[in-house]
């Protein structure tokens, strides 16, 4: 057996996106193309060689990585001068897996079967029949033998009807590719030295070049501009959709359902319309997720109801906990067991104890709160004082009364209550009332401002 080397094609600008990013840093369904191609090969290969060029910087700096071998393409004179590049690095007697940077939903299980060609053939390509071919290179063939591959721009319109086409990925022995690349020219339609060009030299130098076919659409399909990266992010969603129902989530909704990221959840959970999942998500049993919800890092327990246009960002929201309408949990968040956070209430940075309510049109930050708490309606902690932030202290069983502030750094005590509309700035004690109100005065001979 011999050993596997990826090679990664990623030099290129990608005109067709019109966008000042390298093509491979599009992102599909919350992560990089790239890093989609990265991930299915790191695990079958022994090294790995991204080939940049176009946004060098920016693609290392995205992908952080230190096993990756980075190879630059100063210009970008075509796929089989991109792979030149790499060889250079390359031992002989070893397999080149060649990916591209904008094929991402590849699989593993195809790269391997592919391998497993090249171990026996030193040359195999992955390709795959398409109702439409169009923009795709066109594999040749002769008594069922491939006998090169032509790009669309090269091609004949007999050539043009062939429906199956070259995903670009092929897996090929060092040694006869070094040696087949050397005989490439640039004499092509669009002046590139084309990698696929070089399996019409191994058919004239008398090898057989193995094909294995591609399982689905999706996981070959290029992506060279904005529509069709839509489309792969349709066709992938559609499909984690339908993978999240077989295990049993309740989506109102599918086609109006969005993942980003990971996401995982026990048994009833319903997904009401319009919710995105982003990074890592986690659902216990029996939660709810009302329309129009945004949950992102997020640790959700059993019967929780997220109720509408509510978003969660890095926070864990423990069994029992009602959030929203219209509520905002920021990073850093504890929302306690049987909690509730209402509408138009933001929480950042804060802890809050089992059974708190904080029910309508409030600020929390940099909180600890005990249990059983009740904040009133317009309570704000001010938690900054333009330049650093201070931590706001409410224990157990205290009422905070409507429209107060609570200036931190400051304890609001066990049991406390504080009178509504109060502007609290020293510790209010433990089990007593306190308040900070100025007199209220009526004034009889008073005259109401009329119109000049
Ligand atoms: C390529 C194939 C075509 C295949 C299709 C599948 C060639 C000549 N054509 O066409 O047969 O059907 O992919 O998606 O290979 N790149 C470099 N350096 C370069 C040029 C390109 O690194 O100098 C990289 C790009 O960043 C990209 C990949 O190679 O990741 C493919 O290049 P692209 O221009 O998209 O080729 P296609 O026209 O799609
Ligand atoms: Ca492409």
Same mark, same amino acid.
């Given at each position: ?10 030099? +290129?600008? +990608?005109? $067709? ?65 991109? !792979? #030149? ?8 007697? !070893? ?5 591209? +940077? ?40 002769? %008594? ?5 591959? !032509? ?39 669009? +002046? ?7 399996? *019409? ?43 999240? #129902? ?9 086609? $109006? ?33 009302? &329309? ?5 890092? *997020?640790?959700?327990? %059993? ?21 929203? &309408?219209?509520? $905002? ?63 706001? %202290? ?33 510790? *209010? ?24």
């Amino acid at each position: 057996m011999k050993n596997i080397n990826a090679i990664i094609l990623a030099a +290129g600008k +990608g005109a $067709r996106m019109r966008s000042d990013k390298p093509k491979v840093l599009q992102v599909l369904s919350g992560k990089t193309l790239l890093e989609y191609v990265i991930d299915s090969a790191h695990k079958l290969c022994a090294k790995m060689y991204v080939v940049y060029g176009f946004g060098g910087e920016k693609v290392q700096q995205t992908i952080k990585s230190d096993w990756i071998n980075w190879v630059e393409q100063a210009e970008q004179l075509g796929t089989g001068h991109a !792979v #030149m590049q790499a060889l250079g690095q390359i031992e002989d007697g !070893v397999i080149c897996l060649i990916l591209y +940077g904008d094929v991402p939903l590849i699989t593993q299980k195809s790269l391997q079967k592919l391998i497993a060609e090249a171990q026996k053939n030193s040359a195999a390509l992955l390709t795959i029949d398409l109702e439409n071919p169009t923009g795709y290179g066109r594999i040749v063939r002769q %008594n069922g033998q491939i006998k090169g591959i !032509v790009e669309e721009q090269d091609a004949s319109d007999e050539q043009r009807a062939i429906c199956e086409v070259n995903t670009g990925i092929m897996a090929f022995d060092s040694s006869l590719l070094r040696r087949y690349l050397k005989a490439l020219d640039n004499d092509t339609a669009q +002046g590139e030295f084309y990698l696929t060009d070089i399996i *019409a030299i191994a058919v004239a130098d008398g090898k057989e070049v193995a094909s294995v076919v591609a399982e689905d659409e999706m996981e070959v399909a290029g992506v060279n501009d904005k529509e069709q990266l839509a489309g792969l992010e349709r066709a992938l969603q559609k499909k984690q959709a339908k993978q999240f #129902m077989q295990d049993g989530l309740t989506l109102k909704d599918p086609s $109006r359902f969005d993942c980003r990221g990971n996401f995982s959840f026990g048994k009833d959970c319903i997904c009401d319309i319009n919710v995105l999942i982003e990074g890592e998500v986690s659902l216990g049993n029996n939660t709810l997720i009302a &329309p129009n919800c945004i949950l992102k890092n *997020a640790k959700i327990g %059993n019967n929780v109801v997220i109720l509408a246009n509510t978003i969660i960002d890095g926070a864990t929201i423990d069994s029992g906990a009602t959030i929203g &309408p219209f509520a $905002r949990i920021r990073p850093e968040t504890d929302i306690g067991a049987n909690a509730k956070i209402g509408n138009f209430v933001e929480v950042k940075k804060s802890v809050i104890g089992a059974n708190s309510k904080i029910s309508h049109l409030s600020y929390v930050g940099d909180t600890v709160m005990g249990k059983g708490v009740n904040i009133g309606a317009g309570v704000i902690t001010c938690n900054y004082d333009g330049a650093n932030k201070h931590q706001t %202290n409410i224990e157990d069983g205290a009422f905070v009364g409507s429209g107060s502030q609570l200036i931190a750094p400051v304890v609001v005590g066990k049991n406390a209550t504080i009178g509504a509309g109060s502007t609290i700035s020293k510790n *209010a004690p433990a089990e007593q009332l306190t308040l900070s109100r100025s007199k209220q005065t009526s004034l009889k001979n008073w005259n109401k401002p009329s119109k000049k």
